[in-house]
């Protein structure tokens, strides 16, 4: 079983020979090398994909053509010569850890190379979708929001029997996934309130839902589940994930099936990928408590117990139309932590695959909102205005208690621990656009 260990390319000490690299503040040291598929702006060519380094893009398809990785192997190179990041995802975790090695080898500032004609600068690209995305599955993993979310409905008994036993989870629609920075086209669907017949309007409860996405690299056959113990080698991945939510709709629509119109619009994520070896600084263990039950033996292993989570802080910023017009700074509403769920990655992707579902390179799931237990760990305006009932006051002097036109709402995510490099994702942008009309 191939699983990330911390070895000499996350040594803190490393630095490199572009410079932007080197800021204490970029989320791009050399340390990360977080991967994603870009178009030099402007331009007619394919897409290629790069390695994220400092302000600068590190054009694998470029270094593939110079022979800088005729030291791989052939599935290596292979994948960095197409327009997406399946084929290496597919190839396994030692191939893409092979990959990392050979790129931080050429961009350390000791490298005997510098090729300088394989970077771009990031202002002069266009991020895409890191990859292909065939299916898309959203989770509920952290018990404190499912908990806040359960308080508003069952005062007395938040959390449903099942929460606890296993990863709650619905199936999305991977099409109207959007790389970040994509506009965001507020929902129609039907809308019932107070008893009476449901009209069909524009959603007035646009919520965002800050998570984290998971790529899966190599898949599993028909029929075949994935052992817990196996399950992080199916991992490829982290990025952030905002899963739009318009609450109205779902209100009305979710049962007895689940969410629907109120979810399938939009789901943005950060164009950069960090790859499960570039995290493994940054594991943590599970959180647990005495009173939990037990987990049932196809969901619990000892390393997952110790170490199966990962801690990844996740910021949210809203910036309203007023605030860009008048020179206002975005406000952060929230600040929360990946560490604090529930149910680990490999919790979800065994538990996805136990009853003979095929997982495929390129699938996305999502880990839920991510709450903590405090006010200002709320990863959603659902949880931080209780329904509405109280608004947040912004800096410019307006009051937010769902989403409106014009607001952006931006992701921002980053590791932190003592002894290591922090690294980051960029960010996950998007702006919320008028509703189309029938």
Same mark, same amino acid.
């Given at each position: 079983?191939?699983?990330?260990? %911390? ?12 410079? +932007? ?11 990360? /090398?977080?991967? =994603? ?25 470029? @270094?593939?053509?110079? &022979? ?30 092979? /990959? ?48 806040? %979310? ?8 938040? $959390? ?28 129609? #669907?039907?809308?019932?309130? &107070? ?41 490829? #991945?982290? @990025?952030? $994930? ?15 099936? #689940? ?8 789901? +943005? ?38 170490? =199966? ?45 136990? =009853? ?39 800096? +410019? ?8 036109? #014009? ?20 960010? @996950? ?10």
């Amino acid at each position: 079983m191939h699983l990330p260990a %911390v070895d000499g390319t996350h040594h803190a000490a490393l630095e490199s020979w572009v410079e +932007s690299a080197n800021a204490s503040d970029t989320d791009f040291p050399v340390q990360n /090398l977080a991967l =994603g598929v870009f178009r030099r702006r402007g331009s007619t060519s394919l897409p290629a994909i790069g390695a994220a380094i400092g302000d600068k893009i590190f054009d694998l398809r470029a @270094c593939f053509d110079m &022979g800088l990785l005729d030291v791989l192997p052939p599935a290596a190179r292979l994948s960095c010569t197409g327009w997406s990041l399946n084929n290496l995802m597919g190839a396994g975790r030692e191939i893409a850890a092979a /990959l990392r090695r050979r790129i931080s080898e050429l961009l350390r500032a000791d490298s005997a190379l510098r090729p300088e004609a394989a970077l771009v600068k990031m202002k002069d690209a266009e991020m895409l979708l890191p990859a292909e995305i065939g299916d898309y599955t959203d989770f509920y993993a952290s018990v404190h929001h499912a908990a806040n %979310v359960g308080r508003m409905f069952r005062p007395d008994n938040p $959390l449903l029997p099942n929460y606890k036993y296993l990863p709650v989870a619905y199936h999305g629609r991977a099409s109207s996934v959007v790389a970040g920075g994509a506009p965001v086209r507020r929902p129609s #669907g039907q809308i019932q309130a &107070g008893g009476e017949a449901p009209v069909y309007e524009p959603s007035r409860m646009l919520d965002y839902e800050s998570e984290v996405g998971m790529f899966i690299g190599r898949g599993n056959a028909l029929g075949t589940p994935v052992p817990i113990v196996r399950a992080e080698e199916h991992l490829f #991945g982290f @990025c952030l $994930l905002n899963d739009w939510s318009a609450r109205d709709i779902q209100a009305w629509e979710y049962q007895p099936l #689940g969410p629907f119109l109120a979810k399938n619009f939009a789901t +943005s994520i950060s164009p950069w990928v960090v790859t499960a070896d570039a995290m493994a600084p940054f594991r943590a263990p599970l959180e647990r408590t005495t009173a939990d039950p037990a987990q049932l033996p196809y969901l619990q292993s000892d390393w997952n117990d110790a170490s =199966g989570a990962f801690s990844i802080a996740i910021e949210v910023w809203l910036r309203t139309a007023r605030m860009r017009s008048d020179g206002i700074s975005a406000q952060r509403l929230s600040r929360g932590n990946f560490e604090s769920m529930f149910w680990s990655p490999a919790q979800m992707i065994a538990h996805h695959a136990s =009853g003979g579902c095929n997982l495929r390179s390129g699938d996305l799931l999502g880990s839920g909102t991510i709450s903590g237990p405090g006010e200002q760990s709320r990863g959603c305006l659902m949880e931080l205005t209780e329904r509405g009932t109280k608004p947040v006051q912004l800096a +410019s002097s307006e009051q937010r208690s769902f989403l409106e036109d #014009g607001d952006e709402v931006i992701l921002r995510g980053y590791c932190e621990r003592p002894g290591f490099r922090r690294i980051g994702f960029g960010e @996950c942008r998007g702006i919320v656009e008028p509703s189309s009309t029938l």
